[in-house]
């Protein structure tokens, strides 16, 4: 399709909708793969390649994509494309959208670019909206815990831009389990209370299992995880080396080649063995694993490509595991 041609989405896109899900007790319902743009949705990144992802994802029920205020190299870029793509492709389908923004981490300079002020969380999310031409995000996150601002405070922030009309939903992500636990009933008390909590999860990252999935299911908010993937290791792509142009070759990824160690990649052939076995890759296993989990709503991939995202989608075509393989990717994680 050419760049000036009009999109039409596939009417077929909902064929497998039995894939949504309620996220916690809400209701709300999420696709089991939500799209991230964290990475690969900058202004150092293949634009066209982007604008081809987002509307692949869209045409198989994808609805859901995930920013936040300094997703792309530079902070702010992916969340300026990604506006453009919008207006330019979505504004028809906004309402079968579910957009998310964030605030929490580095955004501007000064005092008030980061952490959970109400200064900083209410200011970031006018210029999100700005940058992606809406005038209400689906949900806004709380992008991480900061102690040093009363999470009263954090949580008034959030209730307000709900009050408000500006966020629809309120979510927090990587909160230590006893933050959560408060920011749940602030959250209640206020009247606004949390949709999700966001954390990361993968066969290499399983902490979130312990305390905060079963704290969310107790308080009836959903989990989405990140990074499932474990930012591409779990994927057959660096079995024989660091590919060019993976995300830990190049300098502004946050995956770093030393992260690549030998110990990890003999671990990632043997786990990519159970997925031949299971004739599967091992992208598409480590998705599909996510799901062993029932309380796991979603996760956020990231990709670089159509045919990853094409490649991921697949993953859901198989989603039971037997006792056995789950021990030995749980012996390999
Ligand atoms: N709340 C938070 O603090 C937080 C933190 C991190 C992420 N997130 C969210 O989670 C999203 C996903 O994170 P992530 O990008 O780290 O996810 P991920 O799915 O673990 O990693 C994505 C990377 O894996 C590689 N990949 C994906 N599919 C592949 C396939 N089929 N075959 C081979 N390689 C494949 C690509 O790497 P290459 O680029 O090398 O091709 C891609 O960029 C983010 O965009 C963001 O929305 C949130």
Redesign the pocket.
Known sequence: MSHSEKYTPNPDRYNNSEGFQHCGKSGLKLPRLSL?????FGDVDDKEEAVKMLKHAFDNGITHF?LANNYGTPFGSAEKNFGKTLKENFAPYRDELIIST?AGHDMWPGPYGDGGSRKYLIASLEQSLKRMKLDYVDVFYS?RYDPNTPIEETMGALSHMVKQGKALYVGI??YPEDKAREAYRILKENGTPCLIF?GRY?IFSREIEQEVLPLAKENGVGFIG???????LL???YLNGIPEN??AAHSYGFLQANQITTEVVSRIIKLNDIALQRSQ?L?QMALAWCFHQPDVNSV?????SVK?LQ??INALKNLSFTDEELWRIGELG
């Open positions: 991230g743009l964290w990475h690969n995930d964030k992008h992500s990587k966001q993968s990140f990074s499932p993937l474990a930012q591409g994927s057959d792509k993976s995300r890759t992208a956020i991939i990231g990709t670089s990853q490649d991921n």
